[in-house]
C-alpha cells in the first residue's frame, strides 16, 4: 500500500484503525469486537473466530503490529 492508503487505515501514531466488525486474518476469518489496549508496538483487539457464517463462537486477541519505520527494521 502506498503512503495515501496507509493513512486511511492507520491514526498519526500508526496504529491501526480497526473498527468493531470489521473481518481480518487470513481469510478474514475473525470480527472484531472491540480494542483491548495500545501498547508501544501494537494494538490488541479482541475478535471471534468465524467457522462459517453461524458459528462465532471461539474467541480470541489479535495483536496488530503499528505501521512505522522503526519497527520495520527490527
Given at each position: 500500500l502506498g503512503t495515501q492508503q496507509l493513512d486511511m487505515f492507520h491514526d498519526a501514531d500508526?496504529?491501526?484503525i480497526?473498527?468493531?466488525g470489521i473481518r481480518?486474518?487470513?481469510?478474514?476469518?475473525y470480527a472484531v469486537k472491540s480494542t483491548l489496549g495500545k501498547g508501544v508496538f501494537a494494538v490488541v483487539v479482541a475478535a471471534n473466530k468465524?467457522?462459517?457464517e453461524t458459528n462465532t463462537n471461539e474467541e480470541v486477541a489479535i495483536k496488530i503490529?503499528?505501521?512505522n519505520d522503526l519497527i520495520r527494521r527490527q
Amino acid at each position: 500500500l502506498g503512503t495515501q492508503q496507509l493513512d486511511m487505515f492507520h491514526d498519526a501514531d500508526g496504529y491501526m484503525i480497526v473498527p468493531a466488525g470489521i473481518r481480518v486474518g487470513p481469510n478474514r476469518c475473525y470480527a472484531v469486537k472491540s480494542t483491548l489496549g495500545k501498547g508501544v508496538f501494537a494494538v490488541v483487539v479482541a475478535a471471534n473466530k468465524i467457522v462459517d457464517e453461524t458459528n462465532t463462537n471461539e474467541e480470541v486477541a489479535i495483536k496488530i503490529f503499528r505501521a512505522n519505520d522503526l519497527i520495520r527494521r527490527q
